[in-house]
Nanobody, 128 residues
Framework: QVQLAESGGGSVKPGGSLRLSCAASGFNMDRYAVGWFRQAPGKEREGVSCLMIGRNSPYYADSVKGRFTISRDSAKNTVYLQMNSLKPEDTAVYYC?????????????????????WGQGTQVTVST
């Protein structure tokens, strides 16, 4: 059974950093596409960063380019989202997702995302 568990959220001041972790169990994450999404109150879910199977060509939303980095640790079966230079508008619940889909990284993060397995989410709050 595919299970995902996010951690690493919290409260930080603008300009600070956080690293989110998504630990996978029940499957080999190297063989699955992975992604990070977020949803702020009153807003639609947004694909933040996604990584397709077999290629190190991640997609990043324009709003996080140059500040966020997605990565995998195969040994730990975990995917990370390193978030630097955080802004108040980054405040949201962040979710990791996975699927054996071979879609491109950009499609994975788009409105028709094929991800079918989701974590419970972790809150990130950026404020003074």
């Amino acid at each position: 059974q595919v299970q995902l568990a996010e951690s690493g959220g919290g409260s930080v001041k603008p300009g600070g950093s956080l690293r989110l972790s998504c630990a996978a169990s029940g499957f080999n994450m190297d063989r699955y596409a992975v992604g990070w999404f977020r949803q702020a109150p009153g807003k639609e879910r947004e694909g933040v960063s996604c990584l397709m199977i077999g290629r190190n060509s991640p997609y990043y939303a324009d709003s996080v380019k140059g500040r966020f980095t997605i990565s995998r640790d195969s040994a730990k079966n975990t995917v990370y989202l390193q978030m630097n230079s955080l802004k108040p508008e980054d405040t949201a619940v962040y979710y990791c997702a996975t699927d054996p889909s071979y879609a491109s990284s950009s499609y994975l993060c788009g409105p028709n995302s094929p991800f079918r397995s989701w974590g419970q989410g972790t809150q990130v709050t950026v404020s003074t």
